[in-house]
């Protein structure tokens, strides 16, 4: 048996203040988003914002029912919506931001597993890396270059 070992590389900013102004301004966007959620079950409010390789800024924000598999996270929102609006656009930067109806949600909150594997076939498919900014509601923001770093052993259509 062999070990392998992987390492994902992500910075941290300890504020949203200390991040660029661009991405101070989408995240803005996201937490907006956030502030539109429909989670009366989770009480979970998440919101996503979007920048395209042509300037649009796409928002979504998590969506639940009652039969909760036919909920959809914030994140699958938008990008599908982008998906669909403008299907030769590249995503270019993500922000997402996550808060609690019970408590102060203070650590980064990443994509779930769900919406990892939706990224990644974004990233997959516009050939290029998707850089993601992730927070609470407050604290610290984590950003990765890329969705390979939230899931390194991601399924694609070379695996098919």
Do not use: W
């Not at 959620?37 to 969506?63: C, K, M, W």
């Not at 914030?74 to 919506?81: K, L, N, S």
């Amino acid at each position: 048996m062999k070990e392998v070992i992987i390492e994902s590389k992500l910075y941290v900013f300890d504020t949203l203040e200390d991040t660029p102004k661009d991405i101070q301004s989408l995240m803005q966007n996201a937490i907006e988003a956030r502030d539109n959620a429909y989670a009366p079950y989770s009480r979970f409010h998440v919101g996503t914002a979007i920048l395209l390789d042509n300037g649009e800024i796409i928002s979504g924000s998590n969506q639940e029912n009652a039969s909760y598999p036919s909920g959809l996270c914030a994140e699958r929102t938008a990008i599908f919506y982008a998906g669909a609006k403008y299907p030769k656009a590249k995503i270019v930067k993500m922000a997402i931001t996550a808060a609690s109806q019970n408590q102060k949600t203070s650590a980064p909150i990443p994509p779930c597993g769900a919406c990892r594997q939706s990224i990644a076939e974004y990233e997959t498919k516009q050939e290029s890396a998707i850089e993601i900014y992730f927070m609470g509601e407050i604290g610290k923001v984590m950003r990765s270059n890329s969705l390979s770093n939230l899931l390194p052993f991601g399924f694609d259509s070379s695996n098919l």
